[in-house]
């Protein structure tokens, strides 16, 4: 099946940047999303790449590496709401997988202290 | 804004009850989807619908649980019988699928957080 690898978890001060890392592996990759998830819910989207380089959206910045099967989401300014899992989606057209449906990491945990 | 409605947001039963939860994709929306979520296994997808009809529902325990789509603003996803390992939280997202409409994302419902003890 598809590999999804987040860090489980992540801590980081108010005000800093922090650097979530996904790396994926897929037959047939056709973009990568990010989401954001409270605690207690839903997964809300953040952004979404399908070609390499960064996309920019006011405070978070996604990035993406194709040949590499890497992503990453860059949150700058933190704020404590944004403490929340992130979780790194795959659309896979390969393979093995079914059209159209998105293959999810566990999603990273991010703690932001005051 | 256009949402994901589902119902209900909780439910508590015993083993053996039948469970009915209920979603109502975005208007316009031709993709449902149907998701577990715990904390062991994170985000499973069950089962998925295109345009009413079953796509993939091989994540889905086929003895006990049955998806479906009886017309495009309904979604349900019915357990019988049901066991505390079903305890979950359950999620319906929507999304506009095709062509025309790679970078739409899924849209996620409130949840639907059910214990069954």
């Known amino acids: 099946g598809q590999n999804i690898d987040q860090p489980t978890e992540m801590t980081a001060t108010e005000g800093a940047i922090v650097q979530i890392n996904c790396t994926y592996q897929t037959s047939g990759f056709n973009g990568l999303f990010w989401y954001q998830q409270h605690a207690g819910e839903a997964p809300t989207f953040l952004s979404y790449n399908v070609l390499d380089g960064l996309e920019e959206k006011g405070r978070f910045s996604s990035f993406l590496s194709r040949s590499k099967g890497y992503s990453y989401l860059l949150l700058k300014e933190l704020q404590m709401k944004d403490s929340a899992s992130y979780l790194c989606?795959?659309?896979?057209?390969?393979?093995?997988?079914?059209?159209?449906?998105?293959?999810f990491g566990r999603g990273t945990q991010l703690t932001v202290w005051p | 804004d256009a949402r994901v409605t589902q119902t209900p947001r909780h439910k508590v039963t015993e083993m053996g009850q039948e469970v009915t939860m209920r979603c109502q994709p975005i208007l316009g929306h031709n993709t449902v989807f149907w998701y577990r979520q715990t904390m062991m296994q994170g985000l499973e997808l069950l089962a998925y619908f295109r345009n009413r009809a079953p796509l993939d529902d091989s994540g889905m325990p086929k003895d006990r649980f049955s998806a479906e789509m009886p017309d495009a603003t309904l979604a349900t996803l019915k357990i019988q019988p049901s066991e505390p390992r079903d305890s979950a939280v359950y999620f319906c997202?929507?999304?506009?699928?095709?062509?025309?409409?790679?970078?739409?994302?899924?849209?996620f419902g409130d949840g639907t957080r059910l214990s069954i003890l």
């Open positions: 989606a795959v659309r896979d057209y390969g393979r093995g997988s079914t059209l159209g449906r998105l293959y």
């Open positions: 997202a929507s999304a506009a699928m095709g062509a025309q409409y790679s970078n739409q994302p899924q849209h």
